[in-house]
């Protein structure tokens, strides 16, 4: 069944955080955007030139009314509070029914870290810094710990770290204060950040999971490192920088007209293009593009367009012309894959792991974990507990291996993971795509970006028991963005496979990140927006800022990950991912398995706590979409993190969902037991898992270590977890189907139904 590739959009609702405390009600009043009323000096120089432009301050910002305790008020974002003031004023006239709740998107774009990540690298390196100083002295440790305490004074240090600091916790509360439920994701597509929430929208309204979104677009300039990076990639700092949050409430125009709501503006081709197009007189990071809606709005103008610095140039207009792209309901197809885990990219070791119940389970290294600073036997502020984890050799670029040379100044600047990508590639042959795309599920500021943001916080540090010298990465030059940024390294991908005129977007969805990346990507093929897509999730989970974190959370396990174990206590971190081509099913006779359906929801008890019944709505959701039933599934990858709760929680939406009437159980399994939790890149390691099951035919076990949790409700699945791999039998219908769970912090959850390609040949 074929549907049109692109609806117009109607635009119900906008609000704004603006420079001078300005929100749409007053620029609405005022009639015009003049980038001039905003620009002052940001206090520091770029290139022995001093930037000016707008900033947005946030200091009388209401926490009570976003429900945001006063114990986590230091781990909340500028970039979180901007765009709760924002997306707060763009809903402000809507009512929005229980069934729209439950299909309302939220999706965030930014561009960099937020100070809540600058500031938790900063604790992290000056407490590494100041054990290298005082060496082996027998007061040392005590000297360390007396100087966190010091550190949470300035800094703060709660448990809500971990969660103030990602980009996704910025959609995830805007859910949570609007009480809205539909799918959830931050991406980073640099200043076309604007335009990929616009396309995803309408990409996903061709379905019924999605009926509404609140996008909101939110940049902040935070230091004097951060903006050097900027200009080495051609920002002039002639022109204004300006902040600023800016959501739009969009849906189908069908919808408007439904809701009886007016119609603020219709939105109809939105495209990027070949086309020169004028540079803007202002530069505004990842809200360029909504920075220029609103002028189109308050000109009254017919289309806005513009020329990115981070990709192509665009253009959006009022009108919609249909372009010769074909769009269907089409399966997606997935015709390779690579692991990526401390293995390497080896997929025989890979699934020779899997099919053993082997882990990858190591102490850290001195160089990877300081336990000098950071190991404590017992939780507490800026510790860990633990010393072993499923991580690569080395988190240094410099001690990578690659299969292809590579400048010294360039690979210094790289992350560790971006390197193992690019090995990668050499497993991946791409086609003759006319329209690709790179799609890069990672965290959306990389370690780089971190350690100068710990530079330019140095000063602020509290008085230490010895000087603690200033960290002195390297000098700044144009590949510092690429290594310090998620869309850099979907931009290195791109370039490494020979794609550079790839549509290039980095995703984060707390550890769903993967599997919103896949979701990303399935709804840009079925739109014909794309013929072929390289997806990838990767993520170095267990550097030392996260095991500080994660400590803070307790969601570490103390021995080991021991997924539906009694006494299961919580999950070891690990370092990878996998990265894997897709296209349509119609184009694909060598696929290895079709994407039946996915889709989400973002519904918790809180920011850390899971929730069944959030988690059975993207399962509910996804169900809808597939055309298969819950009974045909033999196989379900669950997202198995080892918690109490997370077991709880994820085994009771299952009954929900899953619960059968017919003697075959359903069988679980959690690749987390053998690589680790991977964060961005978990769902990546579930989906490769998946794919080389099904090559194998066979359904790897998940050891049970000691006893299985009998307060667990499998028999009412009933569901059982293998503990060797059995052979996965063909069904009546000669296919083999699975599914994955994916969920994260915030309650973001992602579900996804799969088919083996190969099976349904001999129907």
Known sequence: MSRP???????????????????????????????????????????????????????????????????????????????????????????LSETLRDHCDQLCAT???????????????????????????????????????????????????????????????????????????????????????????????????SQLAVLTSIQCFHHQPQAEILHHQGISTQQPWLEGAISLVVCPVTTAEQQGWPVLMQLGTITTTATEQEATRYFAGASQVFYQLLEMHLGQETHCAGAATFGPHWQINKAVSHEDTDASDDQVAITQYCPITALGDDKARFWQTLANGDDLLRSQSAQQLNASAFVRATPQKLSTYIDQAMSFDSHNPCDQVLNKPMMPAKKARLDVSQLRLLNATESVEIGEFKRPAVILACNLSLNADRQLGACALWDQLPAAPTHLPQPTPPPINRWSWYGATGLGGARLLAEHLKIPHADCIAIEAACASSMAALHNAVRGLQSGRYDGIVL???????????????????MLSATRIRPFAKGADGFTPGDGGG????????????????????????????MTAPDPQGQALAMYKTLQLASVNPEQVQYLETHGTGTTLGDQA????????????????????????NFGHCFAGAGAISLAKMLAALEHGCMPPT???????????????????????????????QQRIGAINAFGTGGINYHLTLIHAHSQESL
């Not at 184009?587 to 008890?605: K, L």
Request: hydrophobic letters at 40%; glycine letters at 8%.
């Open 703 to 733: 050891p049970i270590l000691g006893e299985l949790n009998d307060a667990l409700p499998f028999e009412n699945i009933p569901a059982e977890v293998p503990q060797q791999a059995q052979p996965w039998p063909l069904l009546d219908t």
């Open 5 to 95: 590739p692109t609806s117009p959009l109607a635009i119900v609702g906008i609000g704004c955080a603006l420079p001078n405390g300005m929100n749409f009600a007053d620029l609405a009043k005022q009639g015009t955007l003049n980038p001039s009323q905003f620009t002052h000096p940001f206090g520091w120089s770029v290139a022995a030139e001093p930037l000016r432009g707008g900033q947005v301050h946030t200091d009388s910002f209401d926490y009570k009314k976003f429900s945001i305790p006063p114990l986590f008020r230091k781990a909340v974002s500028r970039e979180t509070r901007m765009a709760l003031l924002a997306a707060e004023e763009a809903l402000s006239q809507l009512t």
């Open 536 to 554: 990838a999730g990767i993520e170095t989970a267990t550097l030392e800022r996260d095991l500080v974190l994660c400590g803070a959370q307790m």
């Open 650 to 673: 994820e085994l009771e939406s299952l009954c929900a969902a899953y619960r059968r009437e017919h003697m075959s159980p359903l069988y679980l399994g959690s690749g987390k037991y």
């Open 111 to 209: 561009h960099m870290a937020s100070d809540a990540a600058y500031r938790n690298a900063t604790k992290v390196t000056a407490l590494r810094t100041l054990s290298e100083q005082l060496a082996d002295t027998d007061s040392a440790q005590m000297r360390i710990d007396e100087y966190k305490q010091a550190l949470a004074g300035t800094f703060g240090a709660t448990s809500h770290d971990r969660v103030g600091e990602m980009a996704s916790t910025i959609p995830a509360r805007i859910a949570h204060f609007a009480h809205t439920r539909g799918k959830c994701q931050t991406l980073d597509g640099g200043d076309l950040g604007g335009l990929r929430l616009l396309q995803a929208a309408q990409d996903n309204f061709r379905y019924a999971d």
């Open 579 to 606: 990265l894997f081509v897709l296209q349509a099913k119609s184009d694909a006779p060598n696929a290895i398995a079709h994407v039946d359906a996915i889709s989400g929801s973002c519904d918790s008890r809180s």
